[in-house]
């Protein structure tokens, strides 16, 4: 690379600048360890809000965090723009798009993706939502879909274009429900005068027979009741049969006719080859010891959603969250420090912290150990949960006007379809890098 | 259409939700009219701060708004998104996207785009700046040039992507040249450690002995000594003769090796098919009489930067710049209401408020009738006109706080590399739509 390696210090390569990367090199800031890490995007995503994004109520750059620029006072940081295609553990480098590079410790915290259960048909044509592109691919098809609706005078026709179904009513299934139901509710009828209000649909579909699966009945009721109140069509313990971009098939015979189907039905981890195929377990995930190691290896960990750390303690491994990540990001930089002063490493211990969602205005439910609550409080909690972690103060302050304008006028978000403009949008030549790496 | 038309009331089609068309449709609400509007996109764009959008400083979102939610309180107003092929003046319809739509009054507001007078080579190579996905795209490309060169270990091979090259020295290019000085001066060596200050240039060239050539001398002098102080190379009297995506030639013999050339030499209207080819005039407007009006036509006005008021008053025409599309986007309007009541028609006079330029932190120039200023206070003034200027109060705030965050932490902006999504992005139904109209 340009950049001189300190060749004095041992390397530590971070594929992915998610919740889990980014606490790995902000625990080796000041360290004698070389940092660089790399992701796809230039940005931290944070997942949480990517919802908000879909449905036009934030801006994408106000859930996005720039890495350089997260880390400029970092000395021994630095960042590059790269995909991941394979790791040669036997040499101790990856294979990226801008060439071979070569680590002392990798930390794989590549994140998950959506699974689609191996359903081509469904991957073709329905939505998925797990980052930045997606969720504003996501915006574009909802209001393209309400602006089509206004053109087509027969409520027959029109009925595919105004019925959003979501499958999976995790988190982000109910969030985004409760979200599509508040411009059902608040905003249609304002913005397209053209449309009726009982004409849009918001469906939420799940095979599990509870919304909010992992969390606990009194917040599953508790959601449930809140989408019904604001007009979601819930359907538990629903089995999805098949999607051709125009109508959802269900085990049963039911059907919806839909031009809008949104998957959050469940996730992959995004393992690079190499990784021994031994160690893959369900959901895509590497199974890594209690250190967060991958098992047979010294010097490569995994993290958050790539990893599944299957214990005497945790048999099924950590829930899916933002919180696993952190504190696994945060116990691996350690770990490498402690390895590096040649000190026994501990076990990591996941400390949950609780679970939150949130279902629209004044309705959100909570999880925290032992209490449990639902409505206003669970969405002050929520808010300012969220609104804390968010990175960078110009972030905080943008959502928290967004949220605030939002809630005043019950017309929040700007809502608008930006369109692809057709010229070559960046210099290609990754060939020509290839070797100057 | 979808909507009922309300047969008693005469048609006002209004294309393009510009600065000039926004105008039209406020006067025309609670009158005995309906109003249609169209545009490509289903948002509003506030020109004067596209280049902050450019330079990652402001959010797409802050800039843009709704065209259906600034209206929707307007019971006689309609929106729908579609691009218009052709004008039957004949049979007065208007031929679409989205089909034939008949109009009783048509007011052509479509505006401009970038000019590249002809040469195809430089329209492949050079990129344009008229509109948001061209913004965004402009700071795909200038942020993928900085990411480029850390991977570059040669100066020789870095200089290509390290210089940025505006051509047109009008406000546009002006503003884009300090933005991207600022980047330089102030970002540059937080963000990209592996880069130097010194490697990367801007160039701002014009073919016109002075910067800014519309407004007065002493503004020139003074935008001219701001970017030399800012580090930009300003080359005045230069031709361009052709740019390969490699290398910029001029007339003359010099050359400049760069992958980055922005192109704001020059704008032309955007006038549909069906207007009387003898009507148009230089620089691709439609000549219209003292009353926005067609010649030829009792129905049909053009305003804004796609109009060519030539009268005795005003034998070039007006300058293209906002103001004059306001004011006579209210004129039409007035004149429209006129006309139905049988009132006489007095002609378009128009009030030159001034101009501002900034070319950066504290550093902008002012015109404003006999006096002329420039610094600080005319950089405090051009900030409050564009503050107050831009629909929607969220927007201003959240422009206020993104100018506070820079102004404060001389590093604003959010600087992503959002990527596209490679799914299909909206339903395509153009065709099926089309007799449903």
Known sequence: MNVKDNAKFPKVVIIGGGFGGLQVAAKLKDKPVDVLMLDKHNY?????????????????????????????????????IAEVSKVNPENNTIETTIGEVAYDYLVIATGSTTNFFGNKEIEKFALPMKSVPEALNLRYRILQSLEQATLLPNKDDREPYLSFVLVGAGPTGVELAGALAEIR??????????????????????????????????????????????????????KVDSYDGEEIKFEGGKSIRTKNVIWSAGVMGVIPDGVNKDLIVRGNKIKVDANCRIEGSENIFAIGDVAAMITDDTPKGHPGVAQVAIQQGKYVGETILQTLNGEANTPFKYNDKGSLATIGRNKAVAD????????????????????????GFRNKIIVFVNWIASYISFNGGSRLIIKRFEKDDAPKNKNELKDKV
Chains 1, 2 share one sequence.
Do not use: C
């Open 368 to 391: 925290l150990g032992k209490i449990k609550f639902q409505g206003f409080f669970a969405w002050l909690i929520w808010m300012f949960v969220h609104l804390i972690s968010l990175l």
């Open 185 to 238: 509710n608040n905003i249609l009828h304002k913005d397209y005068p053209e449309l009726k209000k009982e004409d849009m649909k918001v469906y939420l579909v799940d095979f599990l027979p509870k919304v909010l699966g992992p969390m606990s009945d009194e917040a599953s009721k508790g959601a449930t009741r809140f989408l019904k109140d604001m007009g979601v069509e819930v359907m538990l313990g629903v």
């Open 44 to 80: 931290h995503t944070f997942q949480p809000l990517l919802y908000q994004v879909a449905t036009g109520s934030l801006e994408a750059e106000s859930i996005g965090f720039s890495l350089r620029k997260n880390f400029s006072s970092q000395k021994n940081f630095r960042f590059q």
